[in-house]
């Protein structure tokens, strides 16, 4: 199977909906002439033009606001918010808007639209740059989170996304664009709520995502030289959530470790971890984990940030420590 980048597969799952679909958009800051902030739209203005690849003032509001309302209108417009951390510059447009639109009209209309947002550290950016703030739409009924991993993950999710009748946000994460990975010239599509076990294993499930899944994957491959098995489960997206999946494993398992790059408090792990304490509390052998970043900004040093977000070494240390616990009795 061939390879490309996961800047390509998402480039790839663009074009073939805009072809699919006249009713598909884009619209954003430089995505146009330009190509986009990481280059993930280049060439796409020059074969679909101005009017289907828009480039749009500096302004979050007016891209969201224009978005739901081409929604609202009958298009499916997939609009680009540079980075995730500018939504709070039009938190309104997604969260009440976006989101509540359908519902509070009584389904009058529909309103699909995905926002592309990139996510995550990349080296330097600072606190209002390098966020990972998925975990603060976990609590928006309404919206649908997407978080891919791979190429081939990133391709058919988004492909699922923009066909979605209603508002979702689809998390990229900077560290990945240049990642490699095998994806299928034929169609294929990736159903939302469907969680991916990357690895299996037998003592420890770890739950991880983004960037995350792949620290984690080189975590799981240094603890089985000490010889403990660990399972790795990729949500791939946090609404819907696939519980079954994750509470199968832990039901093998015992045990959960919990990764992600956001802040601990109130992140996605934190609600994982609940609902898994309060559907299968009787299936954990040990205390659940999370691995995340600590409740502060994140400095402009990018030396500072890797004492922050989880690395390889943190997430070791945490299935270490939930392996050695006592068996609950």
Known sequence: ?????????????????????????????????????????????????????????????????????????????????????????????????????????????????????????????????????????????????????TPYDAKGLLKTSIRDDNAVLFFEHCQLYDMVGEVPEAEYLIPLGKADVKREGKDVTVVASSLMLHRSLAAAEKLADEGISVEVVDPRTMCPFDKKTVIDSVEKTGRMVLVYEGNKTGGIGSEIAAIVAEEAFHLLRAPIRRVATPDVPLPSSKYLEQFLIPNERDIVEAVREIYRERTRV
């Open 1 to 149: 199977m061939r390879t490309i980048t996961y800047r390509e597969a998402i480039r790839e799952a663009l074009r073939e909906e805009m072809r699919r679909d006249e009713t598909v958009f884009l619209m954003g800051e430089d995505i146009g002439v330009f190509g986009g902030c990481f280059g993930v739209t280049k060439g796409l203005q020059d074969e679909f033009g101005a009017e289907r690849v828009k480039d749009t003032p500096i302004s979050e509001l007016a891209i969201m606001g224009g978005a739901v309302g081409a929604a609202i209108a009958g298009m499916r417009p997939v609009p680009e918010i540079m980075f995730s951390s500018f939504a709070g510059c039009c938190m309104d447009e997604i969260y009440n808007k976006a989101a509540k639109y359908r519902y509070i009209h009584g389904g009058l209309f529909k309103v699909p639209v995905t926002v592309r947002m990139a996510m995550g550290i990349i080296g330097g950016l600072g606190a209002e740059h390098s966020q990972s703030n998925e975990g603060m739409f976990m609590n928006c009924p309404g919206l649908k989170l997407v978080m891919p991993s």
